[in-house]
Nanobody, 122 residues
């Protein structure tokens, strides 16, 4: 059974930083691209970033490019997201996700964790 457990969220001031982590189990982590997605209550899921399997090429949403950095540690089955220069619009529940599909603005994931809340204040 796939388990994805996020941690590291919290309250930060605009311009500040947070580091999110995700512990993965129940599948061969090294074989899968992994993603971070986020959601604001009442709004659709938003794709944030994906890192490929193996060497791990990273891609980012335009809204976070240059501010967020995704990484993975395959030895520890861990996915991370470094959030720098936070903005109030980054406030959301952040999810670690597997098998993310993007169809236009629609985002789906076959598996995601319970999420970790990030709140950015002025």
């Amino acid at each position: 059974e796939v388990h994805l457990v996020e941690s590291g969220g919290g309250l930060a001031q605009a311009g500040g930083s947070l580091t999110l982590s995700c512990a993965a189990s129940g599948f061969t982590f090294t074989r899968y691209p992994m993603s971070w997605i986020r959601q604001v209550p009442g709004k659709a899921l938003e794709w944030v970033s994906t890192i490929g399997a193996g060497p791990g090429t990273a891609s980012y949403a335009e809204s976070v490019k240059g501010r967020f950095t995704i990484s993975r540690d395959d030895a520890k089955n861990t996915l991370s997201l470094q959030l720098n220069n936070l903005k109030t619009e980054d406030t959301a529940m952040y999810y670690c996700a597997k098998d993310v599909l993007k169809l236009g603005a629609q985002v789906t994931a076959s598996q995601r964790g319970q999420g970790t809340q990030v709140t950015v204040s002025l």
